[in-house]
């Protein structure tokens, strides 16, 4: 694992296991990821008719963040278990539709039914997770893809969970009686469940679970022998998949206040995928850069086309066309230059300069 | 020199129009589906929304407002509009929204009431007409020009009902309606169903068949297992010309009948003869057609095509009606103060059956009330005649739907 070995400077060396696996290699690192945290705390401020970011920018933000929660569920599962899923997006709408439901149906605050569709999910992601225990590669690709079809066609159909072909309203996000429904205030809370869900599974990956995931996906056959169950952690990894993804799809859910049953195509699983190969598979970190590249790279193509129709008027109007173009030509690209993802790349970066003027 | 003069010419035209435009702005929101399941007719509504506007601008305004609209192509798909809203209400809010689909409006349908933004949609859903939320729920700030999908079916019905009888046809006459399971093919199937069971007709299971364009001959054949002898077609035009021509391979005897947006001149020609015989709904005059106020559609027409020459579809007119609608609301609200939501909104009750100037005999005459957002209920029912590689279309009914007040929102 090339890309999780981490450059340290000189006379920096651990001597404990426990040294070994912390989350954060240095404490510069640690420093660097709170310091991120505390400017996105003050990124949505508005201070009279000053802001930091617009509207629109806080939006983009919004969107890498739940998306990055689902992403991280699939980074486990495909990353870090071995395992492959091309219905991600569903689970992903399962969670937007249960806390919907959950929402108008039973009362319970929006503060809860996030985490209740979680689990919710969790469920469903276990049994859809059930043919992994005997089956591997394109054959599970397969049957996940079942997965996708069949929770789709439910969405379309459920009209007491999801309202059928009508879709669903989703209320709003309230704490404490306030109402937190604007990007602005809405960022807080996906940002909060961004830093506690990374944080949850950077940890998983530390734990004597996250070590059997890697056994299963680095040879399965010699994490048999070592005592690994393997239909438990195959099937243990789906559902822990499903459950950040509900997370994820609870969040987009409330966001938009309305879930359709269209809104989570097997499009959208391909892109989970996109994000975290462009991320880098098996890397928390990755799965983050993977998904703001996800999504920025379309804003930045209409940005560039935009800006370009002055001189080439055809341009713009085949913009559709090239947004998906270019999300298709980046994971070749990726797959041929930097298979380990951005998070490789990002280390190299480092090391560079750490090494600077003397790299080699 | 002579080009150099031209240029500096051209200059000072774009200076001065930048500072006229710096004048005042209208903000307007149009949401398209070119390239989605319903791009088929939704490229002609949306040409006929984008050459309104634009030739309003062209030629002075709203008295002297620019219209500072944005076309969105959001592929039907229900999350992009969405999303694309929320961005139309952020930091600039625009003042209305020129909007498309059923699935997208019935979902917005809140939003705008809570934002106050009058939203005239392509979809004429029976669900958006009521905006008290006497019968459903309240749609208050929903427009649309056309007789809802629900009584442009209860005048295919009536149609039906005395087609059945000038052909001399015994016993009950047997309906099914067809469509995909999707916000809009579903919007009018209860309310159509009921009223095709109040005349009469017996109504069968319901058919489903794709908004996106296929094979429907599996479709087809549990028609003709039916022996349904009318089927009402609720999906747009692209999945008729399909569902037509498997139809004609399978050798169906069923009486077709369309929504508004089930055919139109061009589909008639891509389906062929198989389109023979159709009937479906028309909300406006056709570009055959001579009324007054046609000239003005043609002169609209060229702001995309300065030849003239292009032939419009019948939605291309509903377009247009939608934006002068919308731009008579404005300038009544103009004229009273700011152009907010709310003075359009009330402004679209200031007049009683109105027609928009200059497309008289274009626009069928519409009122909206504070109580019953149900701009007429006129149907016109036209044929389709399609022998011999003709695309022929005649009105074969005109029905007045009565507005009956159980019916609001159904």
Known sequence: ?360 | MGKRMLLGAAAVAVLVGGTAQAAEKIAVGHLADYTGATSSVGKIYGQGVADAMAYINKNGGLAGAELAYETVDYSYEVPRAISTYKKWTGDDKVAAIQGWGTGDTEALVSFVAKDKIPYFSGSYSGHLTDPNGKNVKAAPYNFFYGPSYSDGCRALVEWAGEDWKAKGGSGKPKFVHMGDNHPYPNAPKAACAAYAKDKGFDVLEPIQYSLKPGDFKAQCLSLKDSAANYAYLANTAGSTISLLKSCETVGVNTQFMGNVWGIDETSMKAAGEAATGMVWVVGSATWQDDAPGMKLVREISKMSDPSGQEYRAVHYMRGICSVYYMKEAMEIAKQSGKVTGEAIKQAMYQKKDWVPAGLEGVCLPSGWTPDDHRGTTQVLVYQADTKGGKTDMKKVYTANIPRNPEWLGQ
């Open chain 1, 1 to 360: 694992m090339a890309a999780t070995t981490s450059m340290m400077r000189c006379g920096e060396f651990k001597t404990s296991y426990a040294k070994d696996t912390t989350i954060f290699p240095t404490p510069m690192s640690r420093n660097f990821a709170i310091l991120a945290v505390l400017l996105l705390l003050i990124a949505p401020l508005q201070i009279g008719d000053f802001q930091f970011l617009s509207r629109y920018q806080i939006n983009l933000l919004i969107q890498i963040g739940y998306y990055s929660i689902a992403a991280l569920g699939l980074n486990i599962l495909v990353g870090c278990t071995g395992q492959i899923s091309l219905g991600h997006a569903a689970f992903f709408g399962f969670g937007a539709f249960s806390s919907a439901w959950l929402s108008n149906n039973t009362g319970i605050p929006v503060f809860f039914t996030i985490p209740l569709a979680g689990l919710m999910t969790t469920a469903v992601g276990l049994i859809f997770g059930v043919p992994a225990a005997r089956i591997k590669g394109l054959y599970l690709a397969i049957a996940t893809f079942a997965s996708q079809f069949i929770l789709e066609d439910f969405f379309a159909r459920a009209d007491w969970f999801t309202g059928g072909s009508a879709g669903a309203m989703a209320m709003p996000f309230t704490l404490f009686g306030h109402e937190l429904s604007g990007d602005r205030s809405y960022f807080y809370v996906v940002l909060a469940y961004l830093v506690v869900m990374f944080i949850c599974g950077a940890n998983l990956l530390r734990s004597r679970d996250g070590r059997a995931f890697v056994a299963v996906r680095d040879h399965y056959l010699s994490a048999e022998v070592m005592g690994i169950n393997l239909t438990k952690y195959r099937i243990l990894s789906f559902g822990v998949a499903s459950f950040f993804a509900g997370i994820g799809g609870a969040l987009y859910g409330h966001y938009l206040g309305y879930v359709s049953a269209e809104g989570f195509s097997i499009l959208l699983s391909i892109q989970f995928l996109g994000m975290i190969i462009i991320g880098g598979l098996g890397s928390v970190m990755g799965t983050i850069m993977g998904t703001a590249f996800m999504v920025l790279l379309p804003e930045v193509m209409e940005f560039g086309a935009s800006g370009l129709s002055g001189v080439a008027p055809g341009l713009t109007d085949g913009l559709a066309f090239l947004k998906e173009a270019a999300i298709g030509l980046a994971i070749i690209l990726f797959l041929i230059f930097e298979p380990d993802g951005l998070a490789h790349r990002w280390k190299m970066t480092k090391a560079y300069w750490k090494l600077y003027p003397f790299s080699y």
